[in-house]
Each structure stands twice: as C-alpha cells, then as structure tokens.
T-cell receptor, first 111, second 112 residues
Framework: EADIYQTPRYLVIGTGKKITLECSQT?????MYWYQQDPGMELHLIHY???????EKGDLSSESTVSRIRTEHFPLTLESARPSHTSQYLC??????????FGSGTRLTVV | GESVGLHLPTLSVQEGDNSIINCAYS??????FIWYKQESGKGPQFIID?????DKRQGQRVTVLLNKTVKHLSLQIAATQPGDSAVYFC???????????FGTGTRLTIIP
C-alpha cells in the first residue's frame, strides 16, 4: 500500500479561489516532488524539496507555490485558480537511491 | 532541455501474448532508468529499474533491456494479462540529479 497520501482526490472549484493540495508521506523521506500531468500525457516537474525549509521550482513553470515546514508534509497552493490550472497533480517522495513513490494524485478542475 | 520520449503512444496486445514497449532517451549522461505503470485514476507505480552498467534486468514477467549505443530502453511483459492494461512511462536520471525526466507514455491495452 502507498505510504504517500494526497487529498483531495478530486476537486472542482471556481475561478479565483485559493486552493491547497495536501501531500503527506510516512516514510521519513527527505526528498519530495510535485508533478503536473494532463490526461494521457507525460509528467512535468513543477516543484521539489530536498528537506525541511528547502523548496525549488521544477522544469515546468507553475503559478503554484509550495512549503516544507515538516518532513512529512509538502502542500501545494494556488492563490487564484484559473481554468488553465485544470490538470492532475501528483506528489512523490524518495530517499537517496532514486525510485520515487507516488501518491494517487489530485484531479483539479477549475470552472 | 533533454527529454525522454516513447516511440508509440498506443499498443494493443492479445491476452497471453508478449508485449514490448519502447523508449528513446536523449541524455547520454543518464545512468539510471525506471519503468512505471499508471492505471486509470492512480499514480505511477514502480515496475522495474536498470542502471547503465547493465544491459538487461528481469523481474516477475517483466524484462528491461538497455542499449546505450542507440540510447534505447524497452520493457517486455510476458504472457500479458488484463491487469497489465495501463499507461507505461519510462523515466531517466543521472547520479547527482535525483530528478526524474518522464517520457510521454504508451497506453497498453490487453485484448481478451
């Protein structure tokens, strides 16, 4: 069973709303990642963290922000959601030797 | 930037047959490769990995082949089952990077 949890699984929200996508892992991993994925398409890295108080932007530019106050928690926030933010957001974590563990994802729809 | 890409977006295979999913990568510095399986509504699941000092690695019903000369990676699934229907991604990285680059994905459909 997955030891990385994302909530909510599905979210439909109106334009302009602020949202936070939650991601928690119980494996004690230092490294955590957020990927954005459109249906049937490749995964694009939007944020990553190598430990508490460490956050970096990924390869794909994103208007979202992240924080890492605790090892197990890596939330992603959109201050003002837009229809262009509609996508699936996947959280992952790993320890030293690669091999990501992914959460089940949050499917976000902005109307 | 450099990227990993897959040759075929869709593949249909008769149940019980073997399937081969291909992947081309462009970063010659990549030294670690992973295949992931993503079922509908779920996150990617690790299937098998291979390091660049190997040409072949076998798991349960799966084999990964690496050809560094032509920068090609393949995933072979033996005796396919309906549960193998999913999207398969290859991913690559290199020592010190720790960020994976994913390909587009191949949708594998098993025909009963």
């Amino acid at each position: 069973e997955a030891d990385i949890y994302q909530t909510p699984r599905y979210l439909v929200i109106g334009t302009g709303k602020k949202i936070t996508l939650e991601c928690s892992q119980t494996m004690g991993h230092d490294k955590m990642y957020w990927y954005q994925q459109d249906p049937g398409m490749e995964l694009h890295l939007i944020h990553y963290s190598y430990g508490v108080n460490s956050t970096e932007k990924g390869d794909l530019s994103s208007e979202s922000t992240v924080s890492r106050i605790r090892t197990e928690h890596f939330p992603l926030t959109l201050e003002s959601a837009r229809p262009s933010h509609t996508s699936q957001y996947l959280c992952a974590s790993n320890e030293a030797d690669y091999g990501y563990t992914f959460g089940s994802g949050t499917r976000l729809t902005v109307v | 930037g450099e990227s990993v890409g897959l040759h075929l977006p869709t593949l249909s295979v008769q149940e019980g047959d073997n399937s081969i999913i291909n992947c081309a990568y462009s970063n010659s510095a990549s030294d670690y490769f992973i295949w992931y399986k993503q079922e509908s509504g779920k996150g990617p699941q690790f299937i098998i990995d291979i390091r660049s000092n190997m040409d072949k690695r076998q798991g349960q019903r799966v084999t990964v082949l690496l050809n560094k000369t032509v920068k090609h990676l393949s995933l072979q699934i033996a005796a396919t089952q309906p549960g193998d229907s999913a999207v398969y991604f290859c991913a690559e990285t290199y020592f010190g990077n720790e960020k994976l680059t994913f390909g587009t994905g191949t949708r594998l459909t098993i025909i009963p």
